[in-house]
């Protein structure tokens, strides 16, 4: 009931972005201060995200996480449960030390590299924007770089269909007909239209009658890389669909394998496609940044969780502790400003940020499972190329096996070991590494490098 009550009010919210414009809703401001050039607007954005979570809001979602956080220790307290991930873990057919070798991995590589990375942002937005304090609402702010290919050269549906057939052929010619395939039978609702849900999705239905994907497709380039994820997931179905209604469901941990890979490679394809060294760094930087989104800043929302389940077991949780704990979580992951290697220079208007993230209320404890997606997809395609022979045959049985097999044992077959940390070290290294060290030789060409 709280937390219905949460959702409720946080569906309700409104925010003037310019004075004497209409109130928006969440999704809309989240979407400018996403996608705004203009550093004012995205401050501006912000600002009001934060006053709007402050006061009654912050209220009902300080005692809609308390309730849930209770809940949740009670249970794990009956159960006796290991530790407070223990309860998630089982659901997603994880061991513990995987998931805590996931979360040190983050800590001990994942971190300096998105500093490193911030770094070179902000270098870049001082010289392509003019910015002149580099703030959290700029973490998101899209690159444009001089040269790069303009925003209204459209990509036509009928040439995203090629791409995606292309570049899941270059890997497996099974993955391409089965792509093929859902284009051809119409299992796919591609165009924007009004009164259609947003977003983009693939249900897998029941076997035999699945799956299906719905689009917003606009021809974009993201929109290009959203159709070979949500088709990944329509071939990750079809491949467990043999399993039975039961067992072909993925567990979390896997479930993101075929739609992060099939994305993988089709961002590959349209580097190559790029017309320009600016156009291509425009890529590498807004791929460094869902995957920033995904690995570190998921495994931030765990550590503020872990922070603010630990201190229910003492009492209520009050706003003013969740501030706290989500400020500290911040400068744990991205830097405490003033620090050398801190690349933020401003921290205004994020104290109440919490209180707008609904996995907290509905799934404790989900969030680290982007970061595993991101990252076990990122040592997969590594490994493909590198040692691609008999690497289509493994990742298509992996896909085959449905909820049949745990984490650990899915990977066995690509010689890998989840409980080590230092396969998480060595999956952040091969794969944001890898894209940092592109987009940071790109930039010292083009004179944006954060040393120039």
Known sequence: MTV????????????????????????????TLGSSKDSAVRATCLKALNEGLGGAMGRVAALSLSTVSGSWHIENKERSYKNLRTQRNLGNNCPDEVVDSL?????????PLCKR???????????????????????????????????DEKIPWTDCVKIVEKGYRSFSPRMAEMFMGFVNEKRIDVPASNGKKGGAYCSAAVPGIGPFQLLNYGGTKRDVATTAHESGHAVHDVMAYPKGYLQFHPPLTLAETASIFGEMIVFRDLLEMAKSKGERLSLLMSKIDDILNSVVRQCSF??????????????????????????????EYYGKLGDADAPFEAYDDITHLWAYVPHFHHV?????????????????????????????????????????????????????????PSFWEDAIKAHLGGLMAEAEALAAELGYSATA
């Open 117 to 151: 990375y911030y770094a070179l942002k902000k270098n870049i937005l001082k010289k392509t924007q003019g910015l002149e304090t580099f703030r959290w609402s700029d973490r998101n702010a899209p690159i444009d770089i001089e040269g790069g290919k303009k925003e």
């Open 302 to 331: 765990d550590r503020f969780e872990e922070l603010a389940h630990t201190a229910r077991q003492n009492g209520e949780l009050t706003v003013d502790e969740l501030d706290k704990f989500w400020m500290q979580t911040v400068e």
């Open 364 to 420: 404790p404890f989900y969030v680290y499972s982007y970061a595993f997606a991101d990252l076990v997809v990122g040592t997969l395609y590594h490994s493909f190329q590198t040692t691609p022979d008999g690497f289509e045959g493994r990742l298509l049985d992996l896909l085959a096996a449905g909820g049949t097999k745990d984490f650990a044992e899915a990977l066995q077959p690509f010689g890998l070991d989840p409980k080590s």
């Open 103 to 111: 979360l040190v991995g983050v800590r001990t590589a994942g971190v």
């Open 4 to 31: 219905s009550f949460y959702d409720k009010e946080l569906s309700l919210m409104r925010f003037v972005i310019k004075e004497g414009d209409e109130p928006v809703n969440m999704e809309v401001l989240l979407s």
